[in-house]
C-alpha cells in the first residue's frame, strides 16, 4: 500500500465522515439555538438558548419571552447573509449540532457574548469566555433572572407528564 493511500484509510478512520462536509445556504431561524439550512435542522454547537416559549425577567421584573428576544437577536444578526455550517455530530433526535458562522463570524460565540444563550458545558467549553463576559456587563439574559433553559425544559416535560398522569 502507498504512503497516500494509506494516508487516506487513516484519515477515513479518524474522521467522521460529515467532518469535511460544511453546509452553506440561506437560514431560517427556529429558536435561539436552532436554524433550518437546506432542509436541515441545525443546532448550534455549544450553546444553549431559552425555548420560545420560555419567559424571562428584567432587572426590574417585568416578565419578557426570553426565547422570542434569543430567535429574533439570532435572526437579526443572520439577516439575508448565507450561513455555514461544520457539523460537529448528531444527537438522538437527528438533530446535526454544528458551528456555524456568518461572514467568519461564529454565531454561537456571538450569541453567547451577547448574552442570549448560554455555554452548553456538556458540549463544549468554547464559548465559557463570551459567557463570563456576557455575565460581568449583565448583558441579555444576564441583565435580570432566567431559569437556565435545560431547568426549565425539565420542569416542563415533569409537568406535562403529571397532567397526563392525572388525565389517565
Request: overall charge neutral; aromatic content about 4%; glycine content about 8%.
Amino acid at each position: 500500500m502507498s504512503r497516500p493511500t494509506a494516508a487516506l484509510l487513516l484519515a477515513a478512520l479518524v474522521l467522521p465522515a460529515h467532518a469535511a462536509e460544511s453546509i452553506t445556504g440561506h437560514a431560517t431561524v427556529i429558536d435561539g439555538d436552532t436554524i433550518e439550512l437546506t432542509g436541515k435542522r441545525i443546532d448550534l454547537h455549544g450553546i444553549d438558548a431559552p425555548e420560545s416559549a420560555q419567559t424571562c425577567e428584567t432587572a426590574r421584573g417585568t416578565s419578557y419571552r426570553c426565547g422570542q428576544a434569543a430567535a429574533t437577536a439570532l435572526r437579526g444578526r443572520i439577516g439575508t447573509a448565507d450561513v455555514t455550517c461544520e457539523p460537529r455530530g448528531t444527537d438522538a433526535r437527528g438533530h446535526v449540532s454544528a458551528v456555524c458562522r456568518v461572514g467568519g463570524e461564529d454565531l454561537a460565540a456571538w450569541m453567547a457574548a451577547h448574552g442570549h444563550a448560554l455555554a452548553n458545558r456538556h458540549q463544549s467549553q468554547a464559548y465559557l469566555p463570551q459567557e463570563r463576559r456576557a455575565w460581568a456587563t449583565r448583558r441579555g439574559l444576564w441583565a435580570g433572572t432566567f431559569e437556565e433553559p435545560a431547568d426549565w425544559r425539565q420542569a416542563r416535560h415533569r409537568a406535562e407528564a403529571a397532567a397526563q398522569a392525572a388525565a389517565d
